[in-house]
């Protein structure tokens, strides 16, 4: 059997379809499969890849990470230096509040912990998410996912959890002093990339802190200069009580976060002690190569070019077929009619070098979502590519 086959075989699959390609290299921007066949990758392993594949400085502070030491103890105990630097750093980019950081192994285990941590601190149980949000697959962020047909094949769930409806403001009347945190994408990703109004947010803050409401933000997706700013919330002028990070945290390696202030976090601590415990949470080797990628992105000072990419993939994404196109910085939902029509483009594109997806709310949805490092030569063939997959449609 071929690798492909090996993989439909042994490797426990999600989907009927999966893409199935067999990548053997990637580097910045591009992928190779075993044809040799080059790909532009406009989807950054959702989100991931924030500063394109294998950047050097990555790989170079993984290989002597890996060097130096591996795992050596559970988390929390041992000393650990990467991990301390890479805490250090976020916590110094990040408002005073924010300054301490539970390094999880994934986007999920950061949603879990946050939970858990606003129901210790609080001790109350009521949890407010919204409609159409995306926190992650295992059972508690399934229980707060905003879609009924993922979560009710996996019922009985957690209790007390309500979903609103997100840039409403008579969700915000709902919050009350029963209320343990209200968890929120600060711009939904999976929704089709659907930005919160400035004075929603705003509300929402307040009336977290007027009922003692912990306001999580969830910027796993979204944040790490993905929209513009290094957080997303800095544009809407809040700051949220946990912050939740993943996705490209890691630059590449498995790592997710939440992040709080000290007093907060400290209610982990006793009765019952570990409160969250973690084995791989916040692997010195994780650690190290997050701590190079976000070193990376500031100093290549990506973040700066993200608005003009964004306006030029706008400027450029013009088709009668396209019935509108949201943006957040370099995170884009080009919708089409349906989903049909959706995967009819992005097949094209792949078959013509360009990988994109779907999104799991709107498959209508193409997504649009590249490393940052990305040209403007790079977005013209892409926006070639996707234009000339739309005149399939025609
Ligand atoms: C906004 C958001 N939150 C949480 C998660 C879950 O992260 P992970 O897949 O690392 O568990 C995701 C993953 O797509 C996400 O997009």
């Not at 110094?92 to 300054?99: T, V």
Request: aromatic share 8%.
């Amino acid at each position: 059997m071929n690798n492909r086959q090996l993989f439909l075989q042994h490797v426990a699959q999600t989907s009927d379809a999966p893409l199935a390609l067999e990548i053997v290299k990637a580097q910045g921007m591009y992928m190779w499969d075993a044809d040799g066949k080059q790909y532009l990758d406009l989807i950054a392993g959702i989100s991931v890849c924030n500063i394109g594949h294998c950047h050097p400085a990555v790989v170079e502070a993984i290989r002597e990470q890996a060097g130096t030491y591996m795992h050596l103890l559970v988390y929390g105990e041992f000393v650990q230096s990467p991990q301390v630097a890479y805490a250090k750093y976020l916590t110094e980019h990040l408002p005073a509040n924010l300054n301490s950081v539970y390094f999880t192994n994934s986007g999920t285990e950061a949603v879990e912990g946050a939970m858990k941590l606003a129901k210790r601190y609080t001790g109350r149980t009521e949890i407010i998410a919204f409609k159409n949000s995306y926190h992650g697959s295992t059972q508690g962020s399934l229980s707060i996912m905003g879609d009924e047909n993922w979560r009710n094949a996996y019922r009985p769930l957690l209790p007390d959890v309500q979903h609103l409806t997100h840039n409403a403001m008579e969700a915000i009347g709902q919050i009350t002093h029963r209320t343990a945190c209200v968890i929120a994408e600060t711009v939904q990703a999976e929704a089709g990339v659907l930005a919160p109004q400035r004075e929603w947010l705003h509300a929402l803050r307040k009336k977290c802190t007027e009922t003692g409401t912990l306001l999580i933000l969830d910027e796993i997706q979204c944040g790490l200069g993905r929209n513009g700013s290094l957080w997303a919330f800095e544009q809407y002028d809040i700051v949220p009580d946990i912050l939740l990070l993943g996705k490209a945290l890691g630059g590449g390696m498995p790592m997710g976060a939440f992040i709080a202030n000290r007093e907060v976090m400290w209610s982990l601590t006793h009765q019952p002690v570990l409160g969250h415990i973690t084995t791989f949470g916040g692997h010195p080797v994780a650690c190290a190569a997050g701590l190079a990628g976000m070193q990376t992105l500031l100093a290549e000072n990506l973040i700066a070019g993200v608005a003009a990419k964004e306006q030029l993939f706008l400027q450029l994404l013009q088709h009668p077929k396209i019935k509108a196109v949201r943006s957040k910085g370099l995170m884009l939902a080009v919708e089409l009619e349906d989903f049909p029509s959706n995967k009819k483009v992005i097949d094209y594109c792949i078959a013509n070098g360009v990988i994109t997806d779907w999104f799991l709310f709107a498959p209508q949805c193409l997504r649009i979502v590249p490393p940052l490092i990305i040209t403007e030569e790079e977005i013209r063939t892409a926006c070639k590519i996707i234009l000339a997959g739309l005149d399939q449609l025609v």
